[in-house]
Protein backbone atom coordinates (compact mmCIF):
# COMPACT_ATOMS: atom_id res chain seq x y z
CA UNK A 1 0.00 0.00 0.00
CA UNK A 2 1.59 3.37 -0.89
CA UNK A 3 1.42 6.22 1.57
CA UNK A 4 0.30 10.04 0.48
CA UNK A 5 3.97 12.08 1.30
CA UNK A 6 3.67 14.74 3.60
CA UNK A 7 2.69 17.91 2.76
CA UNK A 8 5.07 20.84 3.33
CA UNK A 9 3.53 23.95 4.88
CA UNK A 10 3.57 25.54 1.63
CA UNK A 11 1.72 22.52 0.46
CA UNK A 12 -0.78 23.25 3.32
CA UNK A 13 -1.47 26.45 2.82
CA UNK A 14 -2.30 25.95 -1.30
CA UNK A 15 -5.08 22.91 0.26
CA UNK A 16 -6.64 25.78 2.39
CA UNK A 17 -6.99 28.19 -0.64
CA UNK A 18 -8.96 24.87 -2.45
CA UNK A 19 -10.98 24.87 0.41
CA UNK A 20 -11.60 28.49 0.23
CA UNK A 21 -12.71 28.02 -3.44
CA UNK A 22 -15.43 25.22 -2.69
CA UNK A 23 -16.92 27.44 0.06
CA UNK A 24 -17.92 29.33 -2.48
CA UNK A 25 -20.68 26.85 -3.56
CA UNK A 26 -22.17 27.06 -0.21
CA UNK A 27 -25.96 27.94 -0.68
CA UNK A 28 -27.34 30.46 1.65
CA UNK A 29 -28.59 29.18 5.02
CA UNK A 30 -31.50 27.55 6.46
CA UNK A 31 -33.28 28.82 9.50
CA UNK A 32 -31.86 27.84 12.92
CA UNK A 33 -30.17 29.80 14.94
CA UNK A 34 -26.57 28.77 15.87
CA UNK A 35 -24.21 30.85 18.80
CA UNK A 36 -22.36 34.28 18.03
CA UNK A 37 -19.11 34.41 17.12
CA UNK A 38 -17.69 38.15 17.13
CA UNK A 39 -15.51 39.82 14.53
CA UNK A 40 -12.71 40.37 16.58
CA UNK A 41 -12.18 36.64 17.02
CA UNK A 42 -11.85 35.66 13.32
CA UNK A 43 -9.39 38.61 12.59
CA UNK A 44 -7.31 37.58 15.72
CA UNK A 45 -3.14 37.33 14.36
CA UNK A 46 -0.45 35.52 16.98
CA UNK A 47 1.97 37.57 18.12
CA UNK A 48 5.28 37.94 15.74
CA UNK A 49 8.39 35.65 16.80
CA UNK A 50 10.79 38.08 19.28
CA UNK A 51 14.01 38.90 17.40
CA UNK A 52 16.92 39.09 19.36
CA UNK A 53 20.41 38.95 17.78
CA UNK A 54 23.38 36.92 19.05
CA UNK A 55 26.50 36.50 16.93
CA UNK A 56 26.64 32.78 18.55
CA UNK A 57 29.53 32.43 15.87
CA UNK A 58 31.94 34.98 17.67
CA UNK A 59 31.41 34.27 20.87
CA UNK A 60 33.80 33.52 23.55
CA UNK A 61 33.29 30.71 25.88
CA UNK A 62 33.31 33.31 28.86
CA UNK A 63 30.21 35.12 26.61
CA UNK A 64 27.86 32.17 26.54
CA UNK A 65 26.82 32.95 29.92
CA UNK A 66 25.79 36.20 29.19
CA UNK A 67 24.26 35.34 25.96
CA UNK A 68 21.79 32.88 27.95
CA UNK A 69 20.94 35.14 30.10
CA UNK A 70 19.63 38.37 27.59
CA UNK A 71 17.30 34.70 26.81
CA UNK A 72 15.89 34.29 29.64
CA UNK A 73 15.22 37.70 30.78
CA UNK A 74 13.75 38.22 26.78
CA UNK A 75 9.74 38.83 27.41
CA UNK A 76 8.98 36.21 24.54
CA UNK A 77 11.88 34.01 25.72
CA UNK A 78 9.63 30.98 25.05
CA UNK A 79 9.86 31.52 21.09
CA UNK A 80 13.66 31.64 21.53
CA UNK A 81 13.99 27.90 22.51
CA UNK A 82 15.77 27.19 18.41
CA UNK A 83 18.31 29.99 20.03
CA UNK A 84 19.06 28.06 23.37
CA UNK A 85 19.86 24.52 21.32
CA UNK A 86 22.33 26.67 19.45
CA UNK A 87 23.54 28.13 22.14
CA UNK A 88 24.17 25.43 23.79
CA UNK A 89 25.51 23.37 21.09
CA UNK A 90 28.07 25.82 19.91
CA UNK A 91 29.40 25.90 23.70
CA UNK A 92 29.49 22.10 23.44
CA UNK A 93 31.67 21.88 20.45
CA UNK A 94 33.65 24.63 21.44
CA UNK A 95 34.43 23.49 25.38
CA UNK A 96 34.86 19.83 24.19
CA UNK A 97 37.92 21.12 21.69
CA UNK A 98 39.16 23.36 24.76
CA UNK A 99 38.84 20.30 27.11
CA UNK A 100 40.76 18.11 25.04
CA UNK A 101 43.70 20.85 24.42
CA UNK A 102 43.83 20.96 28.42
CA UNK A 103 43.87 17.39 28.69
CA UNK A 104 46.98 17.20 25.75
CA UNK A 105 48.48 19.86 27.92
CA UNK A 106 48.27 18.11 31.57
CA UNK A 107 48.92 15.04 30.29
CA UNK A 108 52.28 16.40 28.06
CA UNK A 109 53.37 17.96 31.17
CA UNK A 110 53.79 14.29 33.04
CA UNK A 111 49.86 14.32 34.50
CA UNK A 112 47.76 11.21 34.44
CA UNK A 113 44.68 11.11 32.72
CA UNK A 114 42.60 9.62 35.47
CA UNK A 115 43.74 12.53 37.40
CA UNK A 116 42.53 15.28 34.74
CA UNK A 117 40.08 17.32 35.92
CA UNK A 118 38.36 20.74 34.20
CA UNK A 119 35.76 22.99 34.98
CA UNK A 120 36.03 26.76 34.56
CA UNK A 121 33.42 29.37 36.35
CA UNK A 122 31.70 29.79 33.03
CA UNK A 123 31.12 26.26 32.53
CA UNK A 124 29.30 26.10 35.66
CA UNK A 125 26.98 29.31 34.96
CA UNK A 126 26.18 28.21 31.44
CA UNK A 127 25.06 24.53 33.20
CA UNK A 128 23.20 26.43 35.50
CA UNK A 129 21.46 28.57 33.57
CA UNK A 130 20.36 25.82 31.13
CA UNK A 131 18.93 24.39 34.25
CA UNK A 132 17.06 27.66 35.25
CA UNK A 133 16.00 27.82 31.87
CA UNK A 134 14.55 24.09 31.73
CA UNK A 135 12.69 24.52 35.11
CA UNK A 136 11.09 28.05 34.05
CA UNK A 137 9.88 26.18 30.87
CA UNK A 138 8.16 23.50 33.06
CA UNK A 139 6.80 26.13 35.13
CA UNK A 140 5.10 28.08 32.28
CA UNK A 141 3.86 24.94 30.76
CA UNK A 142 2.11 24.23 33.99
CA UNK A 143 0.62 27.42 34.23
CA UNK A 144 -0.80 27.05 30.54
CA UNK A 145 -2.46 23.83 32.00
CA UNK A 146 -4.26 25.45 35.24
CA UNK A 147 -5.09 28.12 32.82
CA UNK A 148 -6.79 26.15 30.63
CA UNK A 149 -8.51 23.90 33.74
CA UNK A 150 -9.71 27.44 34.85
CA UNK A 151 -11.25 27.96 31.33
CA UNK A 152 -12.72 24.89 31.30
CA UNK A 153 -14.32 25.05 34.54
CA UNK A 154 -15.26 29.07 33.60
CA UNK A 155 -16.99 27.39 30.41
CA UNK A 156 -19.18 24.60 32.23
CA UNK A 157 -20.35 27.43 34.81
CA UNK A 158 -21.70 29.44 31.50
CA UNK A 159 -23.41 26.44 30.32
CA UNK A 160 -25.63 25.85 33.64
CA UNK A 161 -26.44 29.72 33.03
CA UNK A 162 -27.49 28.93 29.60
CA UNK A 163 -29.57 25.74 31.09
CA UNK A 164 -31.32 27.61 33.73
CA UNK A 165 -32.13 30.31 31.55
CA UNK A 166 -34.13 27.74 29.18
CA UNK A 167 -35.82 26.60 32.47
CA UNK A 168 -37.54 29.60 33.49
CA UNK A 169 -41.08 29.56 33.25
CA UNK A 170 -41.19 32.99 31.39
CA UNK A 171 -39.22 34.42 28.83
CA UNK A 172 -38.67 38.19 27.84
CA UNK A 173 -36.43 40.85 26.19
CA UNK A 174 -33.71 40.63 29.16
CA UNK A 175 -33.84 36.86 28.79
CA UNK A 176 -32.55 37.02 25.73
CA UNK A 177 -29.87 39.61 27.02
CA UNK A 178 -28.67 37.69 29.24
CA UNK A 179 -28.41 34.83 26.96
CA UNK A 180 -26.32 37.15 24.48
CA UNK A 181 -24.19 37.87 27.32
CA UNK A 182 -23.63 34.68 28.13
CA UNK A 183 -22.96 33.52 24.56
CA UNK A 184 -20.21 36.38 24.41
CA UNK A 185 -18.18 35.46 27.93
CA UNK A 186 -17.76 31.84 26.27
CA UNK A 187 -16.37 32.64 23.50
CA UNK A 188 -14.05 35.57 25.23
CA UNK A 189 -13.01 32.58 27.69
CA UNK A 190 -9.52 31.32 26.88
CA UNK A 191 -8.80 27.88 25.49
CA UNK A 192 -9.50 24.69 27.63
CA UNK A 193 -7.73 21.04 27.77
CA UNK A 194 -7.26 19.86 24.14
CA UNK A 195 -8.92 16.63 25.30
CA UNK A 196 -12.08 18.55 26.57
CA UNK A 197 -12.41 21.07 24.06
CA UNK A 198 -15.06 19.10 21.37
CA UNK A 199 -16.88 18.08 24.60
CA UNK A 200 -17.59 21.25 25.69
CA UNK A 201 -18.27 22.67 22.65
CA UNK A 202 -20.82 20.13 21.55
CA UNK A 203 -22.02 20.52 25.15
CA UNK A 204 -22.28 24.35 24.78
CA UNK A 205 -24.37 23.95 20.95
CA UNK A 206 -26.69 21.38 22.50
CA UNK A 207 -27.74 23.88 25.17
CA UNK A 208 -27.76 26.70 22.60
CA UNK A 209 -30.04 24.84 20.24
CA UNK A 210 -32.34 24.34 23.05
CA UNK A 211 -32.18 28.23 23.70
CA UNK A 212 -33.36 28.81 20.05
CA UNK A 213 -36.14 26.13 20.11
CA UNK A 214 -37.29 28.49 23.36
CA UNK A 215 -37.27 31.47 21.12
CA UNK A 216 -38.90 31.10 18.13
CA UNK A 217 -41.47 30.51 20.80
CA UNK A 218 -41.51 34.04 20.39
CA UNK A 219 -41.60 36.42 17.80
CA UNK A 220 -40.70 39.52 19.30
CA UNK A 221 -37.26 37.68 20.19
CA UNK A 222 -37.25 36.04 16.72
CA UNK A 223 -37.25 39.68 15.31
CA UNK A 224 -34.54 40.77 17.39
CA UNK A 225 -32.33 37.90 16.70
CA UNK A 226 -33.00 37.94 12.66
CA UNK A 227 -31.76 41.80 13.71
CA UNK A 228 -28.72 40.86 15.54
CA UNK A 229 -27.39 38.30 12.69
CA UNK A 230 -28.01 40.20 9.86
CA UNK A 231 -25.95 42.76 11.19
CA UNK A 232 -23.05 40.51 12.53
CA UNK A 233 -23.26 39.24 8.52
CA UNK A 234 -23.12 42.67 7.62
CA UNK A 235 -19.68 42.86 9.16
CA UNK A 236 -18.50 39.48 7.66
CA UNK A 237 -19.01 41.10 4.63
CA UNK A 238 -17.43 44.44 5.20
CA UNK A 239 -14.63 42.13 6.45
CA UNK A 240 -14.45 40.25 3.44
CA UNK A 241 -14.24 43.10 0.73
CA UNK A 242 -11.13 44.61 2.74
CA UNK A 243 -9.27 41.61 2.44
CA UNK A 244 -9.61 42.46 -1.57
CA UNK A 245 -7.04 45.12 -0.85
CA UNK A 246 -4.78 42.79 1.16
CA UNK A 247 -1.66 42.40 -0.53
CA UNK A 248 -1.04 39.27 1.34
CA UNK A 249 -2.97 36.79 -1.28
CA UNK A 250 -2.53 33.37 0.93
CA UNK A 251 -3.76 35.49 4.60
CA UNK A 252 -6.65 36.79 3.03
CA UNK A 253 -7.56 33.27 1.54
CA UNK A 254 -7.01 31.50 5.14
CA UNK A 255 -9.16 34.13 6.68
CA UNK A 256 -12.08 34.10 3.97
CA UNK A 257 -11.93 30.10 5.19
CA UNK A 258 -12.48 31.33 8.56
CA UNK A 259 -15.45 33.77 7.42
CA UNK A 260 -16.95 31.52 5.63
CA UNK A 261 -17.54 29.31 8.58
CA UNK A 262 -18.94 31.76 10.68
CA UNK A 263 -21.38 32.77 8.03
CA UNK A 264 -22.66 29.08 7.90
CA UNK A 265 -22.07 27.48 11.03
CA UNK A 266 -22.02 29.89 13.86
CA UNK A 267 -24.61 32.27 13.08
CA UNK A 268 -28.32 32.34 12.90
CA UNK A 269 -30.72 33.41 10.41
CA UNK A 270 -31.98 36.86 9.09
CA UNK A 271 -35.17 38.05 8.21
CA UNK A 272 -35.89 36.58 4.55
CA UNK A 273 -36.10 39.63 2.42
CA UNK A 274 -32.22 40.04 3.37
CA UNK A 275 -30.94 36.32 2.70
CA UNK A 276 -30.48 36.61 -0.90
CA UNK A 277 -29.00 40.40 -1.17
CA UNK A 278 -26.50 39.18 1.64
CA UNK A 279 -25.40 36.51 0.03
CA UNK A 280 -24.61 37.52 -3.23
CA UNK A 281 -22.81 40.25 -1.68
CA UNK A 282 -20.57 38.36 0.48
CA UNK A 283 -20.56 35.91 -3.00
CA UNK A 284 -19.20 38.94 -4.73
CA UNK A 285 -16.46 39.56 -2.29
CA UNK A 286 -15.43 36.15 -1.86
CA UNK A 287 -15.03 36.14 -5.95
CA UNK A 288 -13.22 38.71 -5.67
CA UNK A 289 -9.91 37.64 -3.61
CA UNK A 290 -10.63 34.30 -5.47
CA UNK A 291 -9.09 36.09 -8.44
CA UNK A 292 -6.44 37.54 -7.04
CA UNK A 293 -5.77 34.12 -6.04
CA UNK A 294 -5.51 32.80 -9.38
CA UNK A 295 -3.27 35.69 -10.26
CA UNK A 296 -0.71 34.71 -7.81
CA UNK A 297 -1.01 31.20 -9.06
CA UNK A 298 0.36 31.63 -12.54
CA UNK A 299 3.69 32.04 -11.06
CA UNK A 300 3.40 29.22 -9.76
CA UNK A 301 5.54 26.92 -12.54
CA UNK A 302 8.63 28.90 -11.82
CA UNK A 303 8.70 28.85 -8.01
CA UNK A 304 7.80 24.43 -8.30
CA UNK A 305 10.94 24.58 -10.67
CA UNK A 306 13.58 26.13 -7.90
CA UNK A 307 11.75 24.05 -5.38
CA UNK A 308 12.52 21.19 -7.16
CA UNK A 309 16.24 22.28 -7.90
CA UNK A 310 16.99 22.77 -4.11
CA UNK A 311 15.23 19.86 -3.24
CA UNK A 312 17.55 17.57 -5.41
CA UNK A 313 20.52 19.10 -4.40
CA UNK A 314 19.13 18.46 -0.45
CA UNK A 315 19.46 15.04 -1.59
CA UNK A 316 22.91 15.11 -3.02
CA UNK A 317 23.83 16.14 0.29
CA UNK A 318 22.41 13.43 2.19
CA UNK A 319 23.93 10.91 -0.15
CA UNK A 320 27.12 12.28 0.47
CA UNK A 321 26.91 12.16 4.05
CA UNK A 322 25.90 8.53 3.27
CA UNK A 323 28.96 8.38 1.04
CA UNK A 324 31.23 9.35 3.86
CA UNK A 325 30.89 6.80 5.89
CA UNK A 326 31.70 7.87 9.54
CA UNK A 327 33.42 5.33 11.49
CA UNK A 328 33.05 6.51 14.74
CA UNK A 329 30.90 8.06 17.35
CA UNK A 330 31.75 11.29 17.08
CA UNK A 331 31.70 11.28 13.36
CA UNK A 332 28.41 9.36 13.83
CA UNK A 333 26.42 12.38 16.07
CA UNK A 334 27.76 14.99 13.32
CA UNK A 335 26.44 13.01 10.77
CA UNK A 336 23.01 12.41 12.65
CA UNK A 337 22.85 16.55 12.98
CA UNK A 338 23.74 17.14 9.49
CA UNK A 339 21.15 14.85 8.15
CA UNK A 340 18.51 16.19 10.27
CA UNK A 341 19.38 19.83 9.15
CA UNK A 342 19.40 18.89 5.46
CA UNK A 343 15.70 16.70 6.27
CA UNK A 344 14.32 20.00 8.16
CA UNK A 345 15.10 22.05 5.15
CA UNK A 346 13.63 19.68 2.66
CA UNK A 347 10.18 19.18 4.23
CA UNK A 348 10.27 23.13 4.85
CA UNK A 349 10.55 23.50 1.13
CA UNK A 350 7.21 24.16 -1.11
CA UNK A 351 5.58 22.25 -3.16
CA UNK A 352 7.14 20.65 -6.80
CA UNK A 353 5.48 19.47 -9.57
CA UNK A 354 3.53 16.45 -9.59
CA UNK A 355 5.46 14.67 -12.13
CA UNK A 356 8.18 15.09 -9.97
CA UNK A 357 7.32 14.82 -6.47
CA UNK A 358 7.34 11.10 -6.48
CA UNK A 359 10.31 10.38 -7.48
CA UNK A 360 11.72 12.99 -4.99
CA UNK A 361 9.72 11.26 -2.02
CA UNK A 362 10.93 7.90 -3.25
CA UNK A 363 14.30 8.90 -3.15
CA UNK A 364 13.81 11.29 0.37
CA UNK A 365 12.99 7.94 1.75
CA UNK A 366 15.24 5.19 0.39
CA UNK A 367 18.15 7.61 1.44
CA UNK A 368 16.45 7.91 5.16
CA UNK A 369 16.59 3.93 5.27
CA UNK A 370 20.06 3.58 3.98
CA UNK A 371 21.22 6.03 6.65
CA UNK A 372 19.12 4.70 9.59
CA UNK A 373 20.58 1.04 8.54
CA UNK A 374 23.82 2.23 8.57
CA UNK A 375 23.62 4.17 11.61
CA UNK A 376 21.85 0.72 13.86
CA UNK A 377 24.24 -1.68 11.95
CA UNK A 378 27.46 0.71 13.77
CA UNK A 379 25.20 1.01 17.03
CA UNK A 380 24.86 -2.30 17.22
CA UNK A 381 28.49 -3.34 16.87
CA UNK A 382 29.26 -0.73 19.19
CA UNK A 383 26.82 -2.08 21.74
CA UNK A 384 28.70 -5.47 21.74
CA UNK A 385 32.02 -4.24 21.91
CA UNK A 386 30.62 -2.19 24.77
CA UNK A 387 29.54 -5.61 26.56
CA UNK A 388 32.75 -6.79 26.22
CA UNK A 389 34.89 -3.60 27.38
CA UNK A 390 32.22 -3.89 30.39
CA UNK A 391 32.76 -7.90 31.16
CA UNK A 392 36.81 -6.87 31.05
CA UNK A 393 36.56 -3.87 33.39
CA UNK A 394 34.33 -6.26 36.10
CA UNK A 395 37.26 -8.93 35.59
CA UNK A 396 39.94 -6.27 36.69
CA UNK A 397 37.74 -4.84 40.04
CA UNK A 398 37.32 -8.33 40.72
CA UNK A 399 41.57 -9.21 40.56
CA UNK A 400 42.42 -5.98 42.30
CA UNK A 401 39.74 -7.69 45.12
CA UNK A 402 41.31 -10.78 45.46
CA UNK A 403 44.94 -9.43 45.48
CA UNK A 404 43.69 -7.16 48.30
CA UNK A 405 42.21 -10.44 50.38
CA UNK A 406 45.51 -12.62 49.12
CA UNK A 407 47.82 -12.27 52.27
CA UNK A 408 50.48 -11.84 49.81
CA UNK A 409 49.04 -8.74 48.27
CA UNK A 410 52.82 -7.03 48.88
CA UNK A 411 54.07 -9.70 46.00
CA UNK A 412 51.79 -7.92 43.52
CA UNK A 413 53.14 -4.39 42.74
CA UNK A 414 53.92 -4.84 39.34
CA UNK A 415 50.32 -6.69 38.06
CA UNK A 416 48.91 -3.53 40.00
CA UNK A 417 50.47 -1.12 37.75
CA UNK A 418 49.75 -3.06 34.85
CA UNK A 419 46.49 -3.68 35.46
CA UNK A 420 46.16 0.35 35.37
CA UNK A 421 47.47 0.63 32.60
CA UNK A 422 44.70 -2.54 31.27
CA UNK A 423 42.15 -0.47 32.43
CA UNK A 424 43.03 2.74 30.45
CA UNK A 425 42.90 0.11 27.32
CA UNK A 426 39.61 -1.61 27.71
CA UNK A 427 37.60 1.08 25.26
CA UNK A 428 34.73 3.68 25.83
CA UNK A 429 31.25 2.79 27.54
CA UNK A 430 28.66 4.53 28.47
CA UNK A 431 29.24 7.46 30.89
CA UNK A 432 26.84 6.50 33.39
CA UNK A 433 28.32 2.99 33.90
CA UNK A 434 31.52 3.98 33.11
CA UNK A 435 31.32 6.40 36.48
CA UNK A 436 30.30 3.65 38.82
CA UNK A 437 33.22 1.16 37.70
CA UNK A 438 35.74 3.47 37.52
CA UNK A 439 34.65 4.83 41.32
CA UNK A 440 34.70 1.11 42.71
CA UNK A 441 38.11 0.40 40.79
CA UNK A 442 39.78 3.48 41.45
CA UNK A 443 38.74 2.87 45.44
CA UNK A 444 40.58 -0.65 44.95
CA UNK A 445 43.06 0.73 43.79
CA UNK A 446 43.88 3.48 46.19
CA UNK A 447 43.39 1.41 49.26
CA UNK A 448 46.51 -1.08 47.76
CA UNK A 449 48.94 1.96 47.11
CA UNK A 450 47.63 3.47 50.79
CA UNK A 451 48.81 0.35 52.22
CA UNK A 452 51.86 0.54 50.05
CA UNK A 453 52.45 4.09 50.95
CA UNK A 454 52.07 3.91 54.74
CA UNK A 455 54.45 0.89 54.41
CA UNK A 456 51.61 -1.04 56.37
CA UNK A 457 48.39 -2.63 56.03
CA UNK A 458 45.39 -0.02 56.03
CA UNK A 459 43.25 -2.04 57.83
CA UNK A 460 43.89 -2.71 61.77
CA UNK A 461 44.40 -6.47 62.61
CA UNK A 462 41.00 -5.85 64.46
CA UNK A 463 39.62 -4.08 61.38
CA UNK A 464 41.32 -7.25 59.27
CA UNK A 465 39.36 -9.97 61.54
CA UNK A 466 36.20 -7.98 61.08
CA UNK A 467 36.63 -7.82 57.05
CA UNK A 468 37.35 -11.25 57.78
CA UNK A 469 34.25 -12.53 59.04
CA UNK A 470 32.25 -10.09 56.86
CA UNK A 471 33.93 -12.42 53.93
CA UNK A 472 32.99 -15.42 55.47
CA UNK A 473 29.39 -14.91 56.27
CA UNK A 474 28.91 -14.02 52.64
CA UNK A 475 31.08 -16.96 51.54
CA UNK A 476 28.64 -19.50 53.73
CA UNK A 477 25.31 -17.66 52.39
CA UNK A 478 26.22 -17.99 48.62
CA UNK A 479 26.47 -21.81 49.43
CA UNK A 480 22.85 -21.94 51.73
CA UNK A 481 19.99 -23.11 49.82
CA UNK A 482 16.95 -19.79 50.16
CA UNK A 483 13.61 -20.43 50.25
CA UNK A 484 11.68 -20.39 46.95
CA UNK A 485 7.90 -19.36 48.56
CA UNK A 486 7.80 -15.37 48.50
CA UNK A 487 6.96 -15.27 52.35
CA UNK A 488 9.50 -17.49 53.35
CA UNK A 489 11.87 -15.34 51.16
CA UNK A 490 10.89 -12.38 52.49
CA UNK A 491 11.65 -13.65 56.09
CA UNK A 492 14.76 -15.72 55.34
CA UNK A 493 16.35 -12.22 53.39
CA UNK A 494 15.07 -10.30 56.87
CA UNK A 495 17.46 -12.76 58.79
CA UNK A 496 20.74 -12.61 56.81
CA UNK A 497 20.29 -9.00 56.47
CA UNK A 498 20.02 -8.77 60.40
CA UNK A 499 22.55 -10.83 61.00
CA UNK A 500 25.37 -9.06 58.77
CA UNK A 501 24.13 -5.73 59.74
CA UNK A 502 25.23 -6.98 63.24
CA UNK A 503 28.74 -7.65 61.72
CA UNK A 504 28.97 -3.66 61.47
CA UNK A 505 30.25 -3.85 58.10
CA UNK A 506 31.64 -0.62 55.65
CA UNK A 507 29.21 0.46 53.42
CA UNK A 508 30.36 -0.14 49.31
CA UNK A 509 32.33 -2.86 50.28
CA UNK A 510 32.67 -5.51 47.45
CA UNK A 511 31.82 -8.04 50.32
CA UNK A 512 28.20 -6.04 50.82
CA UNK A 513 27.99 -5.29 46.99
CA UNK A 514 27.80 -9.37 46.35
CA UNK A 515 25.89 -10.03 49.51
CA UNK A 516 23.45 -7.35 47.91
CA UNK A 517 23.05 -8.86 44.33
CA UNK A 518 23.00 -12.60 45.91
CA UNK A 519 19.58 -11.38 48.09
CA UNK A 520 18.14 -9.93 45.38
CA UNK A 521 18.57 -12.64 42.44
CA UNK A 522 16.76 -14.75 44.79
CA UNK A 523 13.79 -13.39 44.14
CA UNK A 524 14.17 -14.50 40.23
CA UNK A 525 13.48 -18.09 42.03
CA UNK A 526 9.86 -17.24 42.64
CA UNK A 527 6.55 -17.35 41.24
CA UNK A 528 5.93 -13.65 41.56
CA UNK A 529 4.95 -11.32 38.73
CA UNK A 530 7.66 -9.54 37.17
CA UNK A 531 6.33 -6.09 38.51
CA UNK A 532 6.54 -7.86 42.00
CA UNK A 533 9.65 -9.27 41.74
CA UNK A 534 10.59 -5.63 40.93
CA UNK A 535 9.56 -4.31 44.11
CA UNK A 536 10.86 -7.04 46.47
CA UNK A 537 14.57 -6.90 44.95
CA UNK A 538 14.23 -3.18 45.31
CA UNK A 539 12.81 -3.37 49.24
CA UNK A 540 15.97 -6.08 49.89
CA UNK A 541 18.69 -2.81 48.31
CA UNK A 542 16.79 -0.56 50.90
CA UNK A 543 16.90 -3.50 53.91
CA UNK A 544 20.93 -3.97 53.45
CA UNK A 545 21.39 0.02 53.17
CA UNK A 546 19.13 1.03 55.50
CA UNK A 547 21.97 2.34 58.59
CA UNK A 548 23.74 4.09 55.81
CA UNK A 549 22.93 7.42 55.39
CA UNK A 550 25.14 7.91 52.21
CA UNK A 551 23.68 4.63 50.20
CA UNK A 552 20.00 6.30 51.00
CA UNK A 553 20.86 10.35 50.01
CA UNK A 554 22.70 8.65 46.66
CA UNK A 555 19.18 6.35 45.99
CA UNK A 556 17.02 9.28 46.74
CA UNK A 557 18.55 11.47 44.57
CA UNK A 558 18.57 9.03 41.66
CA UNK A 559 15.04 7.89 42.35
CA UNK A 560 14.22 12.24 42.04
CA UNK A 561 16.33 12.82 39.21
CA UNK A 562 14.27 9.88 37.23
CA UNK A 563 11.39 11.25 37.72
CA UNK A 564 12.37 14.75 37.07
CA UNK A 565 13.44 13.31 33.72
CA UNK A 566 9.70 11.52 33.49
CA UNK A 567 7.70 14.72 34.26
CA UNK A 568 9.85 16.85 31.69
CA UNK A 569 9.30 14.25 29.06
CA UNK A 570 5.20 14.35 29.69
CA UNK A 571 5.13 17.74 29.65
CA UNK A 572 6.52 17.80 26.36
CA UNK A 573 4.24 15.00 25.24
CA UNK A 574 1.31 16.34 26.40
CA UNK A 575 2.11 19.30 25.12
CA UNK A 576 2.72 17.43 21.67
CA UNK A 577 -1.07 16.35 21.95
CA UNK A 578 -2.72 20.10 21.89
CA UNK A 579 -1.70 20.08 17.96
CA UNK A 580 -3.48 17.23 17.07
CA UNK A 581 -7.79 17.66 16.90
CA UNK A 582 -9.75 15.60 18.65
CA UNK A 583 -10.61 13.92 15.80
CA UNK A 584 -6.90 12.14 15.59
CA UNK A 585 -7.58 10.11 17.92
CA UNK A 586 -7.29 7.30 15.59
CA UNK A 587 -3.80 9.06 14.04
CA UNK A 588 -1.28 6.43 14.50
CA UNK A 589 1.17 8.97 16.00
CA UNK A 590 -1.58 10.37 19.12
CA UNK A 591 -1.94 6.41 19.52
CA UNK A 592 1.56 6.18 20.14
CA UNK A 593 1.91 9.46 22.09
CA UNK A 594 -0.75 8.29 24.18
CA UNK A 595 0.88 4.76 24.89
CA UNK A 596 3.83 6.48 25.89
CA UNK A 597 2.38 9.04 28.27
CA UNK A 598 0.52 5.92 29.91
CA UNK A 599 3.57 3.99 30.05
CA UNK A 600 5.33 7.06 31.28
CA UNK A 601 2.63 8.20 34.02
CA UNK A 602 3.21 4.42 35.35
CA UNK A 603 6.77 4.28 35.30
CA UNK A 604 6.64 8.08 37.68
CA UNK A 605 4.51 6.27 39.90
CA UNK A 606 6.19 3.04 40.74
CA UNK A 607 9.74 5.69 41.17
CA UNK A 608 7.45 7.87 43.85
CA UNK A 609 6.21 4.85 45.62
CA UNK A 610 10.22 3.90 45.67
CA UNK A 611 11.42 7.54 46.61
CA UNK A 612 8.72 7.78 49.52
CA UNK A 613 10.19 4.31 50.76
CA UNK A 614 13.71 5.43 51.36
CA UNK A 615 12.53 8.90 52.46
CA UNK A 616 10.87 7.17 55.08
CA UNK A 617 14.24 5.23 55.92
CA UNK A 618 16.23 8.44 55.96
CA UNK A 619 13.88 9.68 58.69
CA UNK A 620 13.98 6.70 60.68
CA UNK A 621 18.04 6.75 60.46
CA UNK A 622 18.03 10.32 61.63
CA UNK A 623 15.79 9.79 64.34
CA UNK A 624 17.63 7.29 65.69
CA UNK A 625 21.28 9.20 65.11
CA UNK A 626 19.82 12.14 66.84
CA UNK A 627 19.10 9.75 69.95
CA UNK A 628 22.74 8.20 69.75
CA UNK A 629 23.75 12.08 69.92
CA UNK A 630 21.40 12.70 72.94
CA UNK A 631 22.54 9.69 75.35
CA UNK A 632 26.40 10.58 74.40
CA UNK A 633 25.76 13.59 75.92
CA UNK A 634 23.56 12.61 78.87
CA UNK A 635 26.50 10.20 79.25
CA UNK A 636 28.96 13.24 78.86
CA UNK A 637 27.32 15.06 81.66
CA UNK A 638 27.23 12.50 84.05
CA UNK A 639 30.84 11.76 84.01
Excluded: C
Excluded at 243 to 266: G, M, P, T, Y
Excluded at 331 to 357: D, M, P, Y
Excluded at 564 to 582: P, R
Amino acid sequence: MQMEPTLSPEENQDKLVQTGEEKTTTPPEQEGGQEHVTEEKTTQKSPATPSLEIAIDQLALEEFPSALEKVLKNDQWMKLGQLVRDLQQQFDAQFLKLLQEKKAEFIADGGNEIDFYFAPDYKKSFSSLLREYKQKKGKHFKEIEANQKANLNRKKEIIEEIKSLIDQSEHNNNTYRQFKNLQEAFHNTGQVPRNEANNIWQTYKFHVERFYDFLHLNRDLRDADFKHNYTEKLKIIERAEALAQNADVLASIRELNVLHRLWKNDLGPVAKEHREELWNRFQTATKAIHQLKNEYNKNIDSIQSENLALKDQLLNEIAAVIEAAPNNHNAWQNAIKQVNTLKEKFHALGRVQKSENKRLWNTFRALSREFNQAKNLFYKEQKSQEKQYIEAKKALIQEVATILDDPNWRDYVGRMKSIQNDWKKTGRISRKLSNKLWEEFKALTNLYFDRLKNKTEALSAADQAQLASQNNFVEALLKTEAPSTPKKLENFIDEQAAQWLSLNPQPNTPAQKKLIQHLVQLWDATTLSAKDKAVQKFNTQLVMIKNDATGLNKEHSALKMKIDDIKTELIQLQNNLQFFSSSSNENPVVVEVTTKIEKLSAQKEALEVKSNAVKSLKRTLKKQQEAEEVNQKTDTQEE
